[in-house]
């Protein structure tokens, strides 16, 4: 009712699937079904105490006001320091913008770069948001695929051949939602070379899962000769540091794209909240080592999960370098019947794993590879075990 009503960019967006699957997920629960929901991605650790400290004290100091539109000074030198620290990248606090979450610096970098008709080449299967947003901004999703049998990683040639001269823009993550694969730095080097002979392409590197990285490694293409020019790295609090709820992320970017993220913030959002970032300093300001616990756990539990996966017949895995999601290759189950149902499609494949197992994952579709379906492994060991044994047991019902 009323949909008629609707301007006409927002009729063509979809809601984000990994968000409406977990909102169908909670809703059954609310009816009292036991339903595990593998669908957010969102560590289920608590926010350290260190930082939440942090948080109180700023506040307690009357940190309570509106903020600069990019964000506190400190934040942004804090950051400064750390992409120093961490990433060997250089910027002065003019080239960062703090925002409501990275989504909104994905939002802030295409609306201030794309026109109408531009082509964004996205790295596929890709994070839901990206496809949308692009769309959202008049922009031309041009989707470059790279499957399991390469480790789901974009290769120089493909990226070549995909760039045209209405190419803007390039969006990829990396440690990689939803498949977890990492780029390694002689890999990115070899896209940068790809990318750095082409004038007037830009580079969105999201790296909100720096610090959930089994390799060690976590090389930024901003690093690459000829790309801090042309690159935007964007990066926040939510995975890390598990601060998903206070809503903080951050570009790094030439100065002029900074000042125009920062334009369309004054009059979109203003400032990320204030105490929060000076909370966020603070964490940033600590060698990353106090968050490696985290990490550590996600590591054992991708080695247990891949265990588990790999013993379930019809399912292809990868191994995932960083991240917490698994995205299986279940092709081989399109066309097979439990008598009642059939799977022909990732969708038909994630209904029947909630309406069934009673676990909610999410339909590789929403990625861009309908060949697939992505599960968080970001819970306990025991429910991980509790959901691999039902979905084991309902696959084997179909043949
Ligand atoms: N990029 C990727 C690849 C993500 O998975 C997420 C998850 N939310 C985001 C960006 C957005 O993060 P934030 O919570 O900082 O908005
Ligand atoms: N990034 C997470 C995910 O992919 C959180 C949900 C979202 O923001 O879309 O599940």
Known sequence: MGKHLLSIKISSMTESATIKMAQDARALKSQGIDVISLSLGEPDFDTPDFIKDAAKKALD?????????????????????????????VYTPDQIVVSNGAKQCIANTCL???????EVIIFTPYWVSYYD??????????????????DFKVTPDQLRDAI?????????SS??????????EQELSELAAVISKTEGVFVLSDEIYE????????????????????????????KGYAMTGWRLGYMAAPAFIAKACSTIQGQFTSGAASFNQLAAAHALDQDTQVVRYMADKFLARKNMVKALLDDIPGIRTNDPQGAFYFFPDISEFFGKSNGTRTINSSEDFADVLLTEAHVAVVAGSAFGDPSCFRISYATSDDVLREAMR????????FS
């Open 390 to 397: 039902r979905i084991k047991t309902t696959l084997a019902t």
């Open 211 to 238: 610090l959930i990285n089994f390799s060690n490694k976590n090389p930024s293409i901003a690093t690459m000769e000829g790309m801090q020019d042309r690159t935007i790295t964007i990066n926040g609090m939510s």
């Open 164 to 172: 045209t001269p209405k190419t803007k823009l390039i969006i990829f």
């Open 61 to 89: 100091a009357g940190e309570t006001k509106y903020t600069p539109v990019p964000g506190h000074l400190s934040l942004r030198e804090a950051i400064c320091k750390k992409l120093k620290r961490d990433n060997k990248l």
């Open 175 to 184: 440690p990689s939602n939803p498949t977890g694969s990492v780029y390694t």
């Open 133 to 150: 947003i692009v769309q959202f901004v008049g922009g031309t999703p041009v989707t470059v695929y790279a499957g399991i049998d390469q």
């Open 112 to 118: 201030s770069l794309v026109n109408p008709g531009d």
